[in-house]
């Protein structure tokens, strides 16, 4: 972790500043998904919700799996009202169903995907309906623990960026790529800071 933070001073002396701000570290992990179907499940249930409520109904569409053990064969066969129940929307359990679909018929191979690089795992996972780059991102950094991400469609990134560089209005695209082209290859990293800055009172 010494490293990381090193690059970053390094290289990002605003960044830096944020870090130090924190009263532990200890959210600063990436680690790899030992079940990536589940993985998938909780980023298409949570798309466009806060955490929290993600979690809630998350926790909620678990105990519909005995021993809360996801299959793409219980998945396919538990009734949309019931997925519904638990509080997604009719989209979400079209898609958790078409997920459950091209898992059961192999068009999507959870097995082998971790051998992929970042573009061809997108490509494979955008096969699946309702899942798009925001969803591929989320589950590059937090089922295959891939260190050097950034997500320009996710709006707390956009908003922290705007925060910690003090933007007076939100900054184009070509700007966040500027400050974040320096993170490499610790992006992923980058975002946790990035999202957990909204837990701490940065200075004015």
Known sequence: MKHIISHFKKVDPVLHKTILQF????????????????????EIIGQQLSGKVAHVIFERFL???????????????????????VGMSWSK????????KKVMNKKLDLKTIDRLDNKQVAKNLTMVKGIGPWTCEMFLM?????EDLFSHGDYG???????????????????IEKITAKWSPYRTYACLILWESFDIKLPV
């Open 23 to 42: 009263k532990s570290l200890d959210f600063l992990t990436i680690s790899k998904s030992n079940d990536y179907l589940r993985s998938l499940c909780r």
């Open 63 to 85: 105990k519909l799996f005995p021993e809360k053990k996801i299959t793409a064969e219980k998945l396919f066969k538990i009734p949309d009202i019931k997925l519904r129940s």
């Open 93 to 100: 359990v079209g898609f958790l169903k078409d997920l459950a």
């Open 142 to 146: 937090f089922a295959l623990g891939r």
């Open 157 to 175: 990134l956009r908003k922290a960026i705007k925060n910690i560089y003090k933007f007076k209005k939100d900054p184009t695209k070509k700007q």
